[in-house]
């Protein structure tokens, strides 16, 4: 078996530099919070608004470093809060994702896709997948330890030269295991 350990992702944005100049100013820098648990990746001390037709949602974090597109990454349940019906996808995968109004301190915009609840997915280097028999954007499952564990069908595996191994998925999926930081998997195929 191989173990994984999980990473637990709230809502948040990823922004493209012409859309945060947008929001934050021309030549804005964001302010790194900390570092994340892929290589170049953060959380920013910035947070914005996203609106829909329904509702609005305050303090969505932005993640850099900045994007080629914006995309918006939202929990299932934020999707009747803000009265818009977003796929459940990978990230970057955008075509035909509906979008939203992202409001910040100096303007906002209205994105024409972008809004998705993002797929469970393990990263994983090219070599271990390799090395464990994956491939990617292989299917696989990966039971979660614990009082509440259960098992995660429909991991999509993310094989990168530059990645580190994780397992993400967000705070809906880990409150229903029970899971919390430091949690750890198998992967069961």
């Known amino acids: 078996m191989m173990r994984v350990p999980i990473w637990i992702s709230n809502r948040h944005i990823h922004l493209s530099q012409i859309d945060a100049e947008k929001l934050f100013g021309k030549g804005y820098e964001y302010k790194k919070m900390k570092d994340l648990s892929q290589p170049g990746q953060y959380a920013c001390e910035e947070c914005v608004s996203i609106k829909g037709p329904k509702g609005q949602i305050d303090g969505v974090r932005i993640?850099?470093?900045?994007?080629?597109?914006?995309?918006?990454?939202?929990?299932?349940?934020?999707?009747?809060?803000?009265?818009?019906?977003?796929?459940?996808?990978?990230?970057?995968?955008?075509?035909?994702?509906?979008?939203?109004?992202?409001?910040?301190?100096?303007?906002?915009?209205?994105?024409?896709?972008?809004?998705?609840?993002?797929?469970?997915?393990?990263?994983?280097?090219?070599?271990?997948?390799?090395?464990?028999?994956?491939?990617?954007?292989?299917?696989?499952?990966?039971?979660a330890m614990g009082e509440r564990g259960l098992v995660f069908d429909n991991v999509v595996?993310?094989?990168?030269?530059?990645?580190?191994?994780?397992?993400?998925?967000?705070?809906?999926?880990?409150?229903?295991?029970?899971?919390?930081?430091?949690?750890?998997?198998e992967i069961i195929k």
């Not at 979008?99 to 393990?122: D, T």
């Open 63 to 143: 993640l850099g470093p900045y994007r080629k597109m914006t995309q918006v990454e939202v929990l299932l349940a934020d999707t009747f809060k803000l009265g818009i019906k977003a796929p459940i996808s990978l990230s970057g995968h955008l075509q035909g994702t509906p979008g939203v109004e992202i409001v910040g301190p100096m303007g906002s915009i209205q994105l024409e896709q972008g809004l998705i609840v993002a797929k469970r997915h393990l990263h994983i280097t090219v070599a271990e997948a390799k090395d464990f028999g994956l491939e990617d954007g292989q299917t696989i499952s990966v039971k």
């Open 157 to 185: 595996v993310r094989a990168t030269d530059d990645s580190a191994l994780d397992m993400h998925i967000d705070t809906e999926e880990a409150n229903a295991a029970g899971l919390g930081a430091g949690a750890w998997g």
